[in-house]
């Protein structure tokens, strides 16, 4: 393998220097950073109806963009996106959905 990706609880959850040291050892990259856990350990979408739980998905993936810049490593959102909003409103979800990407793509412009 030339490269990994890491699904990791949190951004804070490994010691980047160490992490460093061993992706150089075994010769290797930090591919990508999945975000993956915000959903499947913490239950966090950027489409949850609650704002308080949006508002913690986008501090997960902002944390965890903030983590992977540290490596030239991208964040996948994958199912950080969430699921279509129960009433059914797809536009109303969309909305939901472009509100938190915009704000992640400020974070990660920076």
């Given at each position: 393998?030339?490269?990994?990706?890491?699904?990791?609880?949190?951004?804070?959850?490994?010691?980047?220097?160490?992490?460093?040291?061993?992706?150089?050892?075994?010769?290797?990259?930090?591919?990508?950073?999945?975000?993956?856990?915000?959903?499947?350990?913490?239950?966090?979408?950027?489409?949850?109806?609650?704002?308080?739980?949006?508002?913690k998905a986008i501090d997960f993936i902002a944390e965890m963009i903030s983590f992977g810049a540290q490596f030239d490593a991208p964040a996948i959102i994958g199912s950080m996106q969430g699921n279509v909003l129960p009433s059914g409103n797809r536009e109303e979800t969309f909305k939901l959905l472009a509100e938190g990407l915009e704000v992640l793509g400020k974070h990660a412009a920076s």
């Open positions: 393998f030339d490269g990994v990706e890491l699904f990791t609880r949190s951004g804070t959850d490994l010691d980047a220097n160490h992490l460093k040291q061993r992706l150089d050892h075994y010769g290797l990259q930090l591919a990508a950073v999945g975000t993956g856990a915000g959903k499947v350990l913490h239950g966090l979408t950027l489409t949850d109806p609650d704002a308080a739980i949006r508002q």
